[in-house]
């Protein structure tokens, strides 16, 4: 940390002290809570100005603003940096870690979503996914527990509160970092894995020719 | 992404870089990678390598959240593995009158053996399940460098953003601690490459698994780069 920063000084130095301070707030804010923040609760998101100067700040890291449920805020990776990033290869998160959280995000998403009993395109959900939902013969118990850790860890899981048969998850509040577009995008491959030969699936195949190609331009 | 992605310096390269720091934590990078807007770098003692990783002005940072009573994504166990931490700082920092890094190698006899001296006890079995549960999650996030093979262990990238105020108060918490015994690290390493490195079973796994579940680990390649967060799981130094 120092007086000077590189990256921010351009914006930060035109702002007066007391907007200065509500701008890295809510920047703070959005960027390390775990969960959204309510816009009532900083000015830096209430004042339409100074989260203007918020999100100038998120795009200068590869950020943006996502809005949940109208009243909260939270940041995550702008489209086209995701975009970018993913035809370069870049996968932070092992095969194996990828697997078990796509298995909870189908038990306790994909699923209900599926039956009618979660509406909307959020990806957060109470439905737990038991760990016997997440045994496979392709993943050794070690590997799942070590693999649950990590992804618990990075709040891409998280346990649910109903232990009434043993420890069970929920997707995590990472999720909700997740922008209108990667949400579709989450949607739109679960359906290409989970039903390929479905209509939907040729739908989506017609609409965008490769799977991670599909952000809107 | 526009063509100024490529271009050094601009604020697209910057973003991606940022991007990357974000979603895996610090980066280990050739000396020769050019410098980014915001990124400080920690080079490795041996020159071979620097690690890049962000900075943020003044003001910003985990501070503002609890004024605001949210709370960042939690810890597991976050005063074992603090405890760790402050160990591994008395282990691995010897000159305190200079920065904490690179600091020298620890090993894991003398975490043990602080451990031990810090409740005031003899080493017990079950101690070593606590600290290499720590050690691995303060690997993960990159405040420390932990060998398992060799039971070694050095202070990670993260402690370069350690201030004068932090390392005032870890010079502190190093004199109450216990002091550790000497270190006895591993003969030097075998220049002859193992024949067997280790073809670990993760990876023996992570092969079966990528062949059947192909379909659903591509679901999720996409959606990684979008969510996978490091810094959310950093373990904030105040804890300690």
Redesign the interface.
């Known amino acids: ?3 000077q ?5 351009s914006l ?1 130095q035109d702002l007066s002290d007391r907007s ?2 509500e701008v ?2 809510a ?3 959005v ?5 959204p ?1 309510a816009e009532v ?2 000015a830096g998101l209430r004042d339409v100005t100074l989260r203007r100067q918020v999100q100038k700040m998120l ?5 943006t603003l996502v809005q949940v449920d109208g009243t909260h805020w939270t940041a ?3 489209d ?7 035809a370069q290869g ?7 870690d ?2 078990v ?3 909870v995000l ?1 038990h306790s998403v994909a699923i209900p979503r599926s039956e009618g009993i979660l509406t909307g395109d959020s990806w957060k959900s109470a439905r737990p996914t038991t760990v016997d939902e997440l045994r ?1 013969t ?3 118990s ?2 799942r527990r070590l693999s649950l ?2 992804l ?5 899981i998280q346990l649910s509160g109903d232990h009434s048969g043993g420890p069970s998850y929920i997707p ?4 909700q ?3 209108p577009a ?1 949400r579709r ?2 949607q739109d ?2 359906i ?2 989970a039903a ?1 030969a479905s209509p939907i699936a040729e739908a989506i195949r017609a609409r965008a020719p490769l ?2 190609n599909n952000s809107p331009t | 992404m526009t063509a100024d992605a490529v271009v050094e310096g601009g604020r697209s390269y910057n973003a991606l870089w940022w991007a990357k720091v974000q979603s895996a934590g610090p980066l280990q990078v050739s000396p020769d990678t050019p410098a980014v807007a915001g990124l400080t770098r920690a080079a490795e003692p041996d020159g071979s390598s620097v690690w890049m990783l962000p900075t943020l002005p003044q003001g910003a940072g985990h501070a503002v959240l609890e004024e605001l009573g949210t709370p960042p994504v939690a810890v597991e166990q976050p005063n074992e593995t603090a405890r760790v931490l402050a160990i591994c700082v008395t282990c691995c920092w010897p000159d305190r009158s200079g920065p904490a890094w690179p600091g020298v190698v620890g090993t894991l006899t003398q975490i043990k053996a602080v451990y031990a001296g810090m409740r005031g006890r003899p080493e017990q079995s079950s101690d070593l399940t606590l600290i290499i549960g720590s050690l691995r999650r303060l690997h993960a996030t990159h405040w420390l460098l932990w060998n398992e093979k060799d039971g070694e262990v050095r202070l990670g990238p993260r402690v370069v953003s350690w201030g004068p105020p932090q390392l005032a108060g870890l010079r502190e918490l190093c004199r109450v601690l216990p002091d550790p015994p000497p270190a006895v690290l591993s003969p030097a390493r075998n220049p002859e490459p193992d024949p067997d490195p280790l073809p670990s079973d993760a990876d023996a796994i992570a092969t079966a698994t990528a062949t059947d579940l192909t379909d659903a680990t591509a679901t999720a390649t996409a959606t990684a780069t979008d969510l996978a967060d490091a810094e959310a799981s950093a373990v904030e130094v105040e804890d300690v």
């Open positions: 940390m120092s007086e920063h590189a990256l921010f000084d930060l200065r301070d890295l707030a920047f703070s804010a960027q390390y809570a775990a969960n923040v609760q900083l795009k200068l890291i590869g950020r995550g990776y702008a086209d940096v995701a975009e970018t990033l993913t870049w996968q932070p998160l092992s095969v194996v990828r697997a959280l796509v298995l189908v496979t392709k993943i050794s070690e590997e850790q990590r618990r860890a990075a709040g891409l995590g509040p990472q999720l970092r997740l922008t990667a995008r989450l491959q679960l290409l894995a390929p799977p991670t």
